[in-house]
């Protein structure tokens, strides 16, 4: 995905939502595949880790996903 398509994309979600990524382990990277809304319950005091630390969640709260998958 070129930048110009990601911020095409992005346009169309409210700009004060988060962004959130699947976690990762750090090695190789992917391109963006997938842009969409989902619910999310974030645990912001938890250490950052490379696998994630927030989770998609049936009563959490709008954010939207950036994923290769």
Request: aromatic letters at 8%; zero cysteines.
């Amino acid at each position: 995905m070129t930048v110009h398509e990601l911020i095409k994309k992005l346009q169309e979600f409210d700009p004060n939502l988060r962004v959130v990524t699947p976690g990762f382990d750090e090695s190789n990277l992917e391109d963006i595949e997938t842009i969409q809304l989902v619910p999310v319950e974030f645990h912001d005091e938890q250490e950052k880790f490379h696998g994630g630390r927030h989770k998609e969640s049936e009563t959490g709260v709008d954010a939207v996903k950036i994923d290769w998958q």
